[in-house]
Every structure is written in C-alpha cells, then in structure tokens.
C-alpha cells in the first residue's frame, strides 16, 4: 500500500504564495489518482484538486484559477501550487492516493498546515 507525506505548508501573507509537496512510497504510483483535499477549523474536509494518471485535472471553485495540481510520476509525487492565497484559505492540507480513482480505497497522508495571515 502507498503511504504518502505532505511537506511545503507554513505562514504566507495574503496574496502570496506557497506549493505543497506529497511523496509516495510503494509502487505503482501510476494506478493512482492523486489529491488535495483541506480541513479548516470546525469545517469539514473538502477537495481542493485532483489528477489522475495522464494529467486530467478537477479543482474545487474556490481555487479555480488560483491554484495549480501536478505529479511527477518518475518522483512518485504530486504537487500544489497555490497563489493569491488567501485567509479563507488557512487549513490542514491532505494528500490523498485513491487507486484507480476509487475513493473509497483511498489513502491519506498526515495533513500539513497552511496558514495565510497578516
């Protein structure tokens, strides 16, 4: 089974910018559709991006436009862009593994932080 770890979160001030990492272990990260998903304080998880095997991407509203999924399937790792951030954007950060896009099966990483705060 994939494990994943998140790294890249911390404090940016509103408007700047910050990109998350996630690395997987195991092997065929190929099978895997890869994403974002953030927690805030008393809210629930929600997607943030997905990106299966051959690059189609999916984004929440809420990033559109601001926010950039990618992988490097030699790497195993799948990246976040984030720009223009903002403070609504302040959340744990999940990497998530589904195989073969099935969600249920999925895997999660440990979460990172991101705060966005003057």
């Known amino acids: 089974q994939v494990q994943l ?8 001030q509103p ?7 996630c690395a997987a272990s195991g092997s065929n990260f190929k099978m895997y559709t890869m994403g974002w998903y953030r927690q805030a304080p008393g809210k629930q998880r929600e ?3 997905t990106i299966a095997y051959g690059g189609m991407t999916n ?13 490097d399937d030699a790497k ?3 990246y ?8 609504e954007d302040t959340a744990v950060y999940y990497c998530n ?22």
């Open 80 to 87: 976040l862009q984030m720009d223009s951030l903002k403070p």
């Open 97 to 118: 593994a589904a195989p073969g896009g099935l969600f249920g099966l999925s895997r999660w990483g440990q979460g990172t932080q991101v705060t966005v705060s003057s």
């Open 59 to 71: 984004y929440a509203d809420a990033v559109k436009g601001r926010f950039t999924i990618s992988r």
């Open 15 to 21: 408007g700047g910018s910050l990109k998350l990492s």
């Open 76 to 78: 195993n790792t799948v």
């Open 5 to 12: 770890v998140e790294s890249g979160g911390g404090l940016v």
């Open 47 to 49: 997607l943030v991006a």
